[in-house]
Every structure is written in C-alpha cells, then in structure tokens.
C-alpha cells in the first residue's frame, strides 16, 4: 500500500460524456503526476501538477485537463471522451524541490474507464 | 517513440531460476527506475539508479545501467511464483519534469 488513493475505482461513460477521476497523494508529497496506460502498453504521461500549478505536459489534447488542490490532491478531467480514451488512468505522488529530478514515484491503483 | 524499451517482451521461468530483462532508452538521463505491475493494478517501484551509477541491489534484484550503451538490464534471482507480473523501466530525461516508461515485459514464473 503506498498511500495514494484513487476514486472512482472502476467507470463506464459514453462516448461524448465529460469524466472526473480523483486521486489524494501521499502525506508530505507535494507532486501529483497522472498516467494513461492502455492495455497490454507502458503508462503515458499526460501531466504533472508541483504545488497546484501544472508542471510538465505530455502529448495529450486540451480536453484533458487538470488541477491540484492546496492539500496537493488532484484531479483529471477529460472532455468530450472517445473510444480510445478507454485505459487505466494511473496517479502517482512523490515530494520534489523545483528543479531536481525525479525520484521514486508512488502510485495509486488506478482508475479503470471504459467508454462505449 | 517511448524512451524505454524493454526486451524481451515475455519471459516464462521456472520457480528459483533467474529471470532478466533488458531496458533502452534514447536521450541522456537522471536516473532510471523499474516498477512492477500485478494484474493491471497500481504500479510498485522496485528500484532507481542514477546516470552516475553504474550497479545497484536489492534483495533478490540486481539492476546494471550503461549510459554510454543507454541501456539498463533487471535481473531477479531465485524466483517465486510471487513475482509473476509485468515489469517496466521508466527514465527520468534531463530537462523533463516525468518518467518515461517502456511497454513493458510480462513474466510468469511457474511453481
């Protein structure tokens, strides 16, 4: 168990339909990253919030966006969802000062989102 | 393209033989961490090593790192059938603020 919760942990929406997943970091982590990981594929990056501001973006499209709360919880929103869009949506937490690399990452256990 | 791509892709094993798998990536790196991934679940870190670091353990696993070669081999010893899952390698690029994770190799070790 690494202290990172996600919710919900399993959805079904439709295509068109607007989806929020949740995801509360570790205590003391003040870095909130979000992955898409299809199946059978490594996690995509799709972004990184340090201290409620977005920090590093991946090659995803405006319609997935993001927000970190001053109690560094966060959010992903995607709009307008497609098909493709069905995959794992993993959070990691993880505690950096501005600058320096990435250590390890803690990951929730994911939210799985399946568009019809 | 993913900066990290594991070979082989799938591995199957007897219990207490050893398994290894082998990570490249293109661009030049801050470190370099392998994460484990049971049944489409939540992924675990297993180990980071860094760019000015060559070999690394822990426990039963042994990680090497050649950055002239941008290349990472993880190796398991004795395995248990506890340790069939999917294992990744992810880079931390320099200039870049996320890991970067390869597609990822399946193994089964079998009792």
């Known amino acids: 168990e690494t202290g990172v919760t996600q919710s919900p942990t399993h959805l079904i929406k439709t295509r068109g339909q607007q989806v929020t997943l949740r995801c509360s970091s570790q205590s003391g982590h003040n870095t909130v990253s979000w992955y898409q990981q299809a199946l059978g594929q490594g996690p995509q990056f799709i972004f990184q919030y340090y201290r409620e501001e977005e920090n590093g973006r991946g090659n995803f499209p405006p319609r997935f966006s993001g927000l970190q709360f001053p109690n560094y919880s966060s959010e992903l929103n995607v709009n307008a969802l497609e098909l493709d869009d069905s995959a794992l949506y993993l959070c990691a937490s993880s505690s950096r000062t501005s600058g320096r690399a990435l250590d390890e990452q803690y990951f929730g256990p994911g939210t799985r989102l399946t568009v019809t | 393209s993913q900066q990290g791509e594991e070979d082989p892709q799938a591995l199957s094993i007897q219990e207490g033989e050893n398994a290894t798998m082998n990570c490249s990536y293109k661009?030049?790196?801050?470190?370099l961490q392998w994460y484990r991934q049971n049944s489409g679940r939540g992924l675990v870190h297993l180990i980071l090593i860094r760019s000015n670091e060559r070999e690394k353990h822990s426990g039963r696993l042994r990680v090497t790192l050649d950055t002239s070669k941008k290349s990472s081999s993880l190796l398991i010893t004795a395995s248990r059938a506890a340790d069939t899952a999917s294992y990744f390698c992810?880079?931390?690029?320099?200039?870049?603020?996320?890991?970067?994770f390869g597609k990822g190799n399946q193994v089964v070790v079998i009792p």
């Open positions: 661009t030049s790196i801050n470190n």
């Open positions: 992810a880079t931390d690029a320099k200039g870049n603020n996320r890991l970067a």
